[in-house]
């Protein structure tokens, strides 16, 4: 028989500037295509996202089935669906024309810096493993 218990998504997704240089680990679910958003149309990773605690060696902060929509870090995770994939987010440089100097979208606006899942240490994976595992007892 199968388990008719499920818990819903998380309200919020992730705060990307909390979490920059954190331990995380995400297990994306689903891609979604053409995602309509006050900032336009973008594409989407559903995933489960696990901050871990180093130094506790614990899950800190787990958020279900929520919305990635950073393009880089969607690009990223799309090829581990249902994998659990871990890492420390960072943020990437930003976005320059050929004179060095920031490039702008239609609006004017500079583009922000992306955020990039960096490889764990070993020692980190580790880590990140035994989060994971304890975390789901």
Do not use: C
């Not at 995602?35 to 958020?63: C, F, Q, S």
């Not at 880089?72 to 060095?100: C, I, N």
């Not at 070993?122 to 304890?134: G, P």
């Amino acid at each position: 028989m199968s388990d008719e218990w499920g818990l819903a998504a998380s309200a919020t997704g992730p705060d990307y500037k909390e979490l920059l240089n954190r331990l995380v680990v995400f297990r994306p679910t689903d891609f979604n295509k053409d995602v309509k958003t006050e900032n336009g149309v973008k594409n989407a990773i559903t995933a489960d996202v696990y901050v871990v605690n180093e130094k506790d060696k614990r899950v800190e902060t787990h958020l279900r089935s929520t919305m990635i929509f950073p393009a880089v870090l969607v690009s990223q995770l799309r090829g581990s669906m249902g994998k659990f994939v871990p890492g420390v987010l960072v943020q990437g440089k930003v976005k320059t024309d050929a004179d060095g100097k920031p490039m702008k979208d239609d609006s004017g606006k500079e583009y922000a810096p992306s955020w990039e899942i960096k490889d764990p240490s070993e020692v980190q994976l580790m880590v990140a493993k035994d989060a994971i595992k304890n975390h789901a007892k």
